[in-house]
């Protein structure tokens, strides 16, 4: 029970920032369907499609992400059905909706889009059809750690049969190299290899980095055609003339296909995803010093027995002492705001002085 109280100083308080990381591992076979497709969500407006690690229903289940796909106001609507056209103008509100959020607007009002290299100064080169990937935050934390993200898939085989030859896309040299001109946040380029990332060639994607949202430009998939040229793969819920061999992903972005049937086609392809997320942990640091003069005596009613300190055994010369076990942080007013435990009782004595460290994290 504190009767006297010492001030804490500007010299006695300073601040600190760690950055923990924790490594994310999505394997393929969970996001392909490992229940049953019980962990894949669809839902009736047929906008995005929602991944979670057990059946959605479960109690137990974690959302992991959503994934859904669109295109740039720019390149039209190619069908003449209304049908037809209700579908790729899903994709474009979704595409528009992501832009405006991730990437704003330009000097004229209108929706910027994800350009390729991140320099707005000129739209020549745009990614306009694209998949998007809207991690959790319940994996992302405060953000995903620069340099850590890759995607792989997977380009042998037959749906529902994977194997074979692989493709890793990743933010390679991010860790340096990131862009900071988003409304967003810190966002970086994938590229297929670090060679093509060294050089800046043919980016095939962005990754924004706050907001958990990764972008896989169409050409990603189109670029795997040679590999399955001749299976006869047909992605799943899309009509024949979309077979994978023959048509390139942004034909399938702007065709007929569904945004659902876009999702489950690039689940049947998806091989692994990895990074590590980044926790921001930030914290106040109070030194609170016990010179030689203070904190000697306690209020405690049992310090003292007969108006003899119990301590001192009865010894009119031994020095008085204590064994301080708690720190109270105290406002202005003198009102308790934290207290702090230590983990035994120290000794101290007008001999001594002490120095504590009390750590606040936030």
């Given at each position: 029970m504190a009767t006297t109280f010492k001030t804490l100083l500007n010299q006695d308080i300073t601040s600190t920032k760690t950055l923990l990381h924790e490594a994310i591992p999505i394997t393929g076979s969970m996001v392909s369907g490992t229940y049953s497709d019980n962990n894949i969500k669809d839902y009736s407006h047929a906008m995005?499609?929602?991944?979670?690690?057990?059946?959605?229903?479960?109690?137990?289940?974690?959302?992991?992400?959503?994934?859904?796909?669109?295109?740039?106001?720019?390149?039209?609507?190619?069908?003449?059905?209304?049908?037809?056209?209700?579908?790729?103008?899903?994709?474009?509100?979704?595409?528009n909706t992501l832009a405006q959020q991730l990437v704003g607007y330009d000097a004229n009002g209108d929706i910027r889009a994800f350009d390729t290299d991140g320099d707005f100064s000129s739209t020549a080169a745009f990614h306009s059809s694209s998949v998007f990937f809207n991690f959790s935050r319940l994996l992302t934390k405060d953000e995903m750690k620069k340099g850590t993200f890759t995607i792989t898939f997977v380009t042998g085989g037959i749906s529902g049969s994977r194997g074979g030859t692989t493709q890793i896309y990743g933010d390679y040299g991010a860790a340096t190299s990131y862009k900071v001109n988003s409304p967003a946040g810190e966002y970086g380029i994938l590229y297929r290899n670090a060679n093509e990332a060294s050089a800046g060639l043919l980016p095939k994607g962005l990754i924004f980095y706050q907001a958990g949202v990764v972008l896989m430009t169409g050409s990603v998939f189109a670029d795997m055609t040679a590999a399955v040229a001749g299976s006869g793969f047909a992605w799943p819920g899309m009509s024949s003339d979309l077979n994978f061999a023959t048509a390139s992903f942004g034909t399938m972005l702007n065709s007929t296909a569904s945004i659902t049937d876009v999702s489950n086609g690039v689940r049947d392809q998806l091989y692994n995803i990895s990074f590590n997320n980044t926790t921001e942990?930030?914290?106040?640091?109070?030194?609170?010093?016990?010179?030689?003069?203070?904190?000697?005596?306690?209020?405690?009613?049992?310090?003292?027995?007969?108006?003899?300190?119990?301590?001192?055994?009865?010894?009119?010369?031994?020095?008085?002492?204590?064994?301080?076990?708690?720190?109270?942080?105290?406002?202005?007013?003198?009102?308790?705001?934290?207290?702090?435990?230590?983990?035994?009782p120290l000794k101290k004595t007008p001999n001594d002085e002490l120095t504590f460290r009390v750590r606040l994290d936030y």
């Open positions: 995005f499609q929602s991944v979670y690690d057990y059946p959605y229903l479960s109690s137990s289940a974690n959302h992991i992400f959503d994934i859904t796909a669109g295109f740039a106001t720019g390149s039209g609507l190619s069908a003449s059905a209304p049908a037809d056209i209700d579908l790729q103008r899903k994709k474009i509100n979704m595409y942990l930030n914290s106040t640091i109070y030194f609170c010093r016990a010179n030689n003069n203070d904190f000697n005596y306690s209020a405690n009613p049992t310090y003292t027995s007969n108006s003899k300190i119990v301590v001192k055994d009865n010894n009119p010369n031994e020095v008085p002492k204590t064994y301080i076990t708690t720190i109270g942080l105290y406002s202005a007013d003198n009102e308790l705001l934290a207290v702090a435990k230590l983990s035994e």
